[in-house]
């Protein structure tokens, strides 16, 4: 399989499990003393370690850590933006397409020496 595809795979579950375990105890957690949440995270974000570290090594095989890194935030807005209206019921605002569009000049930006050598 593609090792593109392959760490776009990973890194997108990873990013799921990531924001669970960085926002979703501000919804479920909130009434509970601020360490419980604190170990509930740390156990998601064990899931996200065991899928982000192997998919950066693959992904470091074709990409340089730039671009790399660039890919985690394309990614980390994708999956946050769908979390943040349907499961934490934030309300959409044009911020959310002004950062994307600033993300996909990042993307143009780190990108552009692999299409033009």
């Not at 990531?18 to 156990?43: E, Q, R, V």
């Not at 850590?65 to 935030?73: D, F, P, S, V, Y």
């Not at 933006?81 to 600033?102: H, N, Q, R, S």
């Amino acid at each position: 399989m593609n090792q593109y595809l392959i760490t776009i795979g990973l890194l997108t579950l990873s990013n799921v499990f990531m924001t669970f375990a960085w926002y979703a105890h501000l919804k479920n957690l909130s009434d509970k003393p601020w360490l419980i949440a604190a170990f509930a995270s740390w156990g998601i974000a064990l899931l996200e370690y065991l899928l982000q570290v192997p998919a950066n090594r693959i992904g470091f095989e074709v990409m340089n850590l730039g671009q790399l890194k660039i890919l985690q935030e394309v990614i980390t807005l994708t999956v946050f933006v769908p979390f943040a209206l349907f499961y934490m019921k934030e309300k959409l605002t044009w911020d959310y397409l002004w950062a994307g569009l600033c993300i996909c000049g990042a993307v143009f930006f780190i990108m552009r020496s692999k299409f033009t050598g």
